[in-house]
């Protein structure tokens, strides 16, 4: 019987034995997750994994997408509606959908993930489709009620030396609380998410900033009280091993306005008679006060720009965010981050990681910045572009200006934690093919190419997120 | 005597062998051409094609474009002036100053097009340059004098199941109906073009708009008149088989008005009293109402734009429209289609096929949409990027995010009705050896490679053009 | 031992028989070099070349900005500052900071040019870094001394047939002229750069104008006065072999004013009462200008447009122009040019090289031009991308619309003498490396194949530089 995935996945006949041989020194490496949307709660709880579709299917935007855009209603994936009304909820039902529908992912990376998945933590050699669909559901769902199939086991297992999760300024942290309080050795980090706290558009701005004054005993009605606010914060979730913070902009627009201008359009904002305009700007000035914290505090600085949230009001209205409909736009750098680099991109103890959904930026952007500018790293191939063609050409287009050494390794960045192995291979897979076609072309030495496959593998996101 | 075309064009040597088979078993697949432009007087009445020069060269822009950048002038290869000027009209003189020429076409699809014509239909195996020409062209000319080279012959010959021309609006189908009178079973149906009736800028409009009203007998000096008289003319296209329109706006900027403001806005067109910015939201507005018309009478839309026609002004004078001088722009899809898909992008029923000479935005914005909006799909790599490249650039970098579902197999999209068969020819020789590719590094298992091979053949262009 | 360099470098295992059979016959080729910075005083004096770090590391940008990147000060790598404040002057220690952060390069062109001046100039076989480091420097600085090192020895060893260097317009030409009446056989030519004098925002841009009046006797107060000044100075330019003008304008904007609002913008900008948006205008009418110059005087028009010089104020102000603080910038070429192609674009004699540093515009917009346009031709793969993935993409995006001969061949564009060969060696290689693979797919017969591999080293660059 064939594996569902092979040896050689990913690795081109042309330079499979190098490949190989690159590969075999770094697969068995610990998994560090710099950047992830996982749970803390289920660190914390320790509690089985819900059924097959509940943790694989519902939750996952890549994979409801595609059945949407090819006629399935969100409803008949389980997808809850804000209105409450009913949804499917059957685990199997749900699973059968999907698994009828599985040949459209053939080429995409949810289906190597997905394969992955089944085959290394569920044991499943046969291609899932309508006909398998119960015998797969039916073996992961006995699996998930095992012990050594919840949360804690499988990080083990995983060999996760650490994980970020990301968490927004006003939580508690008291999933971080109690797994840093209870014993286990396990390292769970967060990661300060600001968006609702420094985005006029954000849902219930202005309260946010009441309750940012009240958790932190900041006056948020000022200038100075709001920044001293953002600061105590940051230094809260330092306590919980926080090591960066993130920005998902919907540019990289970035301002430095003189302290009396910054002063003043903060107290229009919270007087709520700012404009567009205006809004545009506080997200801007608020990335480069972010950045000085940062320069402060060590927190290393993550900008995620350029996705469209929620382009269907329709689908947000009935089924809110996060629902497959974030797109990509054209992004800027090179203007929209001058102010903040005029004002601290040649810090040499800062780290500021750009990211892009916009891959004309690499060669033309984000390489050349990043290639001078001592603050600037670029991070690792994003959402759409997580997947091998992407991460081909981000190395392609990245490394002859920045080198890899203003690179980052890998970010799984995701929520779907039983695919994080998938996801960590697939990247150390695609490097190593990467490098062993640098070395088949001899623009590389084969001792060169072993030291790089543990750096992107490994070393350099240890380095860069100072974890 | 080496062919012209091996049979291993196109197929790179580590995956020869698997692209061989692979294509081995689409490559006698009918032929469905669901957008192109040849001239259905041709299947009408069936008469020869003329000398070689007046089929392959004068009206082929992609010859005379690159010919022309290199110091030929366009008289020099027989294409009419406006002015009724001599031009060359010697077939033969034409061809021959082509074979000196030939050798500029290295490395690009034309060179590959014509070598595959001249082999697989003319029966010629020798290259073309000057010392051949006069030969090429007796052997060509003789050939075109034979019954069974004639339009109706080459159809059938060509195993073409069905082919699509398209008429603008006020076409009257008159060859469309001889063909379908005619008793002759080749499948040649038409497509809805209503370019110089819905864009104040095309030539002569407000004359257009008279004639629409004139021949459906609605009045077109209202706004309900004028829809209504599309709903006519659509079902006028679709008794001749129509199954698509298409739409060639400069962007793919789209609106959607309220009925008032669309009644007001129409008014100030009909009566000249408009500004530019007007007529670029009456385009816009356009594309939506055609898309809600689709939604309606079940014809799929199609949106190509993004051309600057016409760049050269003194060209455009003197020689007249589709002489090589339409040039790429840069095209946004995300914000400028947004008013159209909160109207009608979730509808199941609905096609909208989006397509692109701005390659920046398959990756970043079409794949992206077209994954998640049912009424959206991503036509294939077109005009300049119909090529090798393109192709490969295309599945690249759509796969992953759209997979190959979301895509609708080929357009040959031509005037040039013998070089058809080359065309599918070539495209499904680069989608084999993309397949071949991800089976090699095991993204695809080969049974699936073979099924995608018919789908992208075959299959998906019949069900996304609904023929 | 192995060589740093290999023979097979560049050239991939599936296609490698053939590159190396094509790159034979090539590589001996004579050197011609249209396009390039170096200093034609060493030509003049042929002094020898100052210790290996001053020639090799302080003014060579990729270097030094990769080490600034990575927090390595430009004082310590002996890089002057504009307040005359100590920099390290010790080539010993700039060179052994360098040799520890060698590694950064891997993938870089950079490793790759010097791997190549190492191994083939100097004949250095182990690898640089921290430990090698002084037996590199001392084997380079030995050599330096000896005579056959001078830079006309090295320019007759490196068989350049002819080199541009590039002259402002004020420039008096001194070492050319020292060149030509020396007696030496090198062929020296200049180039004219004459940003200085067509860009408001150039420092000093009103004295000189002034100085351009005094230097030809024409009154640069008036704008007919000023055209002449312009023509003589080409005229004079010429007389010391130029065959080029050369453009650097941030964007590639053009107008084409009548004459007497092309005299009154001129007014307003000598009584420097113009604003931003005329001064841009005056550069773009500059660019017509100056094609209209060459429609009748036979240079060769470059413009080499979008980079945003000295993004860094910081930097600037320390340390100056060129230190590594030039970025790329989205550039559009269809509308930007338009009012110089309606005026010279279809002109037969004229050649206009258009270059890029926003590879989206290669398939997009630049081949589609220059595929049509007689006065147009695509200039080589540009700084960040004169590299083997940016030459590669260069030609997998510009190849089929506009094929090989609406190109010129490779300009090395360089201050950096001794990496010349290696230069022009890796666009050989990956010129051949490309032609192979299209042999291998059967796109291209092999005898067009070895035609090509010509072209592309040598006679392109010959033809389109009328060299």
């Given at each position: 019987m064939v594996a569902l995935t092979d040896p050689d996945l990913l690795f081109a006949p042309e330079t499979r034995t190098l490949a190989r041989a690159l590969y075999a020194a770094v697969k068995d490496l610990p998994i560090v997750s710099p950047h992830g949307h996982t749970d803390p709660r289920w660190y914390a709880l320790n509690e089985p994994f819900p059924d097959p579709a509940q943790l694989l299917i519902v939750p996952d935007h890549y994979?409801?997408?595609?059945?949407?855009?090819?006629?399935?209603?969100?409803?008949?994936?389980?997808?809850?509606?804000?209105?409450?009304?009913?949804?499917?909820?059957?685990?199997?039902?749900?699973?059968?959908r999907f698994a009828e529908h599985y040949y459209l992912f053939r080429g995409t990376p949810t289906r190597?993930?997905?394969?992955?998945?089944?085959?290394?933590?569920?044991?499943?050699?046969?291609?899932?489709?309508?006909?398998?669909?119960?015998?797969?559901?039916?073996?992961?769902?006995?699996?998930?009620?095992?012990?050594?199939?919840?949360?804690?086991?499988?990080?083990?297992?995983?060999?996760?030396?650490?994980?970020?999760?990301?968490?927004?300024?006003?939580?508690?942290?008291?999933?971080?609380?109690?797994?840093?309080?209870?014993?286990?050795?396990?390292r769970v980090v967060t990661a300060y998410r600001p968006d609702a706290v420094v985005d006029p558009d954000f849902e219930g701005f202005s309260a946010n900033l009441d309750r940012l004054g009240e958790i932190t005993g900041c006056d948020t009605g000022t200038w100075a009280g709001y920044l001293e606010a953002h600061r105590r914060r940051r230094a809260y979730f330092k306590e919980f091993g926080a090591t960066s913070s993130d920005h998902?902009?919907?540019?990289?627009?970035?301002?430095?306005?003189?302290?009396?201008?910054?002063?003043?359009?903060?107290?229009?904002?919270?007087?709520?008679?700012?404009d567009e305009r205006e809004r545009k700007l506080f997200r801007a000035q608020m990335l480069t006060e972010m950045a000085k914290m940062s320069r402060d505090d060590g927190l290393v600085l993550q900008i995620h720009p350029g996705s469209w949230r929620n382009h269907s009001p329709a689908v947000f209205q009935k089924f809110g965010r996060d629902k497959g409909f974030d797109i990509p736009t054209r992004t800027d750098y090179v203007s929209a981050l001058k102010p903040?680099?005029?004002?601290?991109?040649?810090?040499?103890?800062?780290?500021?990681?750009?990211?892009?959904?916009?891959?004309?930026?690499?060669?033309?952007?984000?390489?050349?910045?990043?290639?001078?500018?001592?603050?600037?790293?670029?991070?690792?191939?994003?959402?759409?572009?997580?997947?091998?063609?992407?991460?081909?050409?981000?190395?392609?287009?990245?490394?002859?200006t920045a080198g890899f050494y203003n690179t980052v390794g890998f970010n799984d960045d995701t929520r779907a934690f039983p695919s994080i192995p998938a996801r960590h291979d697939i990247a150390r897979r695609v490097d190593c093919a990467f490098l062993a076609r640098l070395v088949s072309e001899r623009r590389l030495r084969e001792e060169e190419a072993h030291e790089l496959a543990r750096e992107l593998a490994y070393t350099l996101a240890k380095k860069a997120y100072r974890l």
């Amino acid at each position: 019987m064939v594996a569902l995935t092979d040896p050689d996945l990913l690795f081109a006949p042309e330079t499979r034995t190098l490949a190989r041989a690159l590969y075999a020194a770094v697969k068995d490496l610990p998994i560090v997750s710099p950047h992830g949307h996982t749970d803390p709660r289920w660190y914390a709880l320790n509690e089985p994994f819900p059924d097959p579709a509940q943790l694989l299917i519902v939750p996952d935007h890549y994979i409801f997408r595609m059945l949407f855009s090819q006629g399935v209603r969100l409803e008949e994936l389980g997808v809850p509606r804000v209105d409450g009304a009913p949804v499917e909820t059957d685990g199997r039902m749900i699973w059968r959908r999907f698994a009828e529908h599985y040949y459209l992912f053939r080429g995409t990376p949810t289906r190597l993930w997905l394969d992955h998945v089944f085959e290394h933590l569920f044991g499943i050699d046969e291609p899932l489709n309508a006909a398998t669909a119960d015998r797969h559901y039916d073996t992961i769902a006995a699996l998930l009620q095992r012990d050594d199939y919840r949360p804690r086991a499988l990080f083990e297992r995983f060999n996760i030396e650490v994980i970020a999760t990301t968490e927004g300024a006003l939580d508690d942290l008291k999933w971080h609380r109690m797994i840093r309080d209870g014993g286990w050795q396990g390292r769970v980090v967060t990661a300060y998410r600001p968006d609702a706290v420094v985005d006029p558009d954000f849902e219930g701005f202005s309260a946010n900033l009441d309750r940012l004054g009240e958790i932190t005993g900041c006056d948020t009605g000022t200038w100075a009280g709001y920044l001293e606010a953002h600061r105590r914060r940051r230094a809260y979730f330092k306590e919980f091993g926080a090591t960066s913070s993130d920005h998902g902009h919907p540019t990289a627009e970035t301002a430095n306005l003189s302290d009396a201008a910054a002063q003043e359009l903060f107290d229009r904002i919270r007087r709520g008679s700012e404009d567009e305009r205006e809004r545009k700007l506080f997200r801007a000035q608020m990335l480069t006060e972010m950045a000085k914290m940062s320069r402060d505090d060590g927190l290393v600085l993550q900008i995620h720009p350029g996705s469209w949230r929620n382009h269907s009001p329709a689908v947000f209205q009935k089924f809110g965010r996060d629902k497959g409909f974030d797109i990509p736009t054209r992004t800027d750098y090179v203007s929209a981050l001058k102010p903040l680099l005029d004002c601290v991109g040649l810090e040499r103890g800062l780290t500021i990681i750009l990211f892009t959904l916009d891959e004309t930026s690499y060669a033309r952007e984000l390489a050349p910045l990043a290639g001078v500018y001592p603050a600037l790293k670029v991070g690792p191939a994003w959402w759409f572009h997580d997947s091998p063609e992407g991460m081909r050409r981000f190395r392609e287009m990245t490394t002859e200006t920045a080198g890899f050494y203003n690179t980052v390794g890998f970010n799984d960045d995701t929520r779907a934690f039983p695919s994080i192995p998938a996801r960590h291979d697939i990247a150390r897979r695609v490097d190593c093919a990467f490098l062993a076609r640098l070395v088949s072309e001899r623009r590389l030495r084969e001792e060169e190419a072993h030291e790089l496959a543990r750096e992107l593998a490994y070393t350099l996101a240890k380095k860069a997120y100072r974890l």
